[in-house]
């Protein structure tokens, strides 16, 4: 950063570009290249737009502030978004701020925290999901004139939507960097309309069973390009599904490797006066990563999911990577210890069965072992096969009698068939693998004949 005594002061953005500021401010960004002017700052002054324990914004303030550059967004987003987004740069994104921010941002323009309130239910409720400052009626004419000038209200772009043979769709989102996102709306005879997010583009967990391995992690996708699939795709599809019920951080990605932004995210989504999605009704998923699961059970109330899928460190070591580091026992008795800190908590443990692997009147009671002392459901997950992959689904027989075993242990246990599947829209089905897709893991010799290797 490069600045004169008095007057103009100058950011360094890039190679070649720079800031002008004629305020005595500066404001730290993350690298990208663009070059304006900002305006006088409005009264009254604000020194720190944004506090969070889990976010942080680098500033030099003195007697006044202007109010905060959209780009200074905190923690993960700025690292992960703000190189990869070209902007119609000057513009605050909205969706990447919570109530508290949003409320606080608005202030810095002068109005009152009720604009603020009256702004977050045109993007977040009464059937709106605001994507223009044209759908903003009965707002006051300069707030909207100064949205408008400011604000940015669309994280992603619409690529496509494919319709499976169940009514399951997959939405194809583009993101400002030009990468694709899939968001999966799962509807059901029974009322409940689910959502499935993704939270990163690829994954790097590379599970074996799962397509979006193969992908390897691109980049974690900020708070705002993950509160925006649960609201375009209701702005989309409501008409056609009805009311959309729950969210599941199923899609693409290890959520909990990017937990500053879902965690963000997951708060936005039950704000009541905005999506009003009940805690318990959005699930967030993990591979198992102990520390950051931990970290989600004391921040947040919404529900777990943990992906489990085998009975022994040997074939979780194989089809999950990621057991490598925090294995079976690790990993439970970690639950164990927090659920019992939680009142009528419930995890759900996910196991995608996979024949002649994890299937076995063994592996039942194996589970039933494991889960001993857990509050727990778990839920018996059909594999779903694509292009590359060496495993076979289990029978629809075998699955219903390894269902038995654990219900007859008392064990709370769900039998869950695919959906979209004929769209590449079911569990473990979502994204595209580049020209040289991650690497398989070698079969351990006892599996070769089972996997046809």
Not at 24 to 52: D, E, K, N
Not at 136 to 162: P, T
Not at 172 to 188: A, H, M, N, S, Y
Request: positive net charge; hydrophobic residues 40%.
């Amino acid at each position: 950063m490069e600045m004169s005594c008095l007057g103009t002061r100058r950011l360094l953005l890039g190679a070649n570009s720079v800031l002008l500021v004629k305020h005595p401010t500066a404001i730290a960004f993350s690298s990208f290249s663009v070059t304006r002017s900002i305006p006088p700052p409005p009264p009254p002054p604000l020194i720190s737009l944004f506090s969070s324990s889990r976010r942080s914004l680098s500033t030099t303030t003195s007697a006044c502030s202007t109010p905060l550059h959209p780009h200074s967004d905190i923690g993960n987003d700025a690292v992960n978004a703000a190189a990869a987004i070209p902007l119609e740069s000057h513009k605050m994104l909205l969706k990447g701020m919570s109530y508290t921010e949003l409320e606080k941002w608005v202030q810095s323009y002068g109005f009152r925290p009720g604009q603020a309130m009256m702004l977050w239910k045109r993007l977040y409720g009464s059937g709106i999901w605001a994507h223009h400052v044209d759908e903003l009626q009965g707002l006051n004419k300069d707030f909207v004139k100064m949205l408008g000038e400011h604000a940015k209200f669309k994280a992603l772009s619409l690529e496509n939507i494919l319709t499976a043979s169940d009514g399951t769709r997959k939405i194809l989102f583009r993101l400002d960097d030009g990468l694709v996102i899939e968001t999966v709306v799962i509807p059901c005879d029974r009322g409940r309309t689910t959502v499935c997010v993704s939270s990163q583009v690829g994954c790097a967990m590379n599970c074996q069973f799962c397509f979006t391995g193969r992908m390897g992690l691109k980049r974690h996708l900020s708070t705002a390009e993950i509160v925006e699939q649960a609201v375009f795709a209701q702005r989309l599809l409501t008409n056609e599904v009805g009311p959309f019920t729950n969210v599941v951080f199923m899609g693409m990605g290890e959520p909990l490797q990017n937990i500053d932004s879902v965690i963000k995210a997951a708060d936005i989504m039950v704000h009541d006066q905005g999506l009003h999605f009940s805690p318990r009704k959005v699930t967030v998923s993990t591979s198992g990563l102990v520390p950051q699961l931990k970290r989600f059970l004391h921040e947040s109330n919404c529900a777990l999911a943990v992906s489990l899928n085998a009975t022994t460190d040997e074939v979780r070591n194989w089809i999950m990577p990621i057991n490598r580091k925090y294995d079976l026992g690790m990993l439970l008795q970690t639950l164990r210890e927090e659920l019992g800190l939680k009142n009528s908590y419930k995890v759900l443990f996910e196991y995608v069965m996979l024949e002649g692997v994890n299937d076995s009147v063994d592996d039942a009671y194996r589970l039933i072992d494991l889960v001993q002392g857990i509050p727990c459901k778990i839920n018996l997950i059909q594999f779903n096969p694509h292009c590359g992959s060496l495993f076979r689904p289990t029978s629809t027989e075998k699955m219903i009698e390894f269902r038995n075993i654990l219900a007859e242990a008392k064990c709370l246990v769900f039998m869950r068939y695919s959906k979209g599947d004929d769209q590449m829209a079911a569990c473990g089905q979502l994204g595209k693998p580049g020209a040289i897709p991650t690497p398989l893991i070698r079969v351990p010799e006892q599996f070769k004949l089972a996997v046809n290797v």
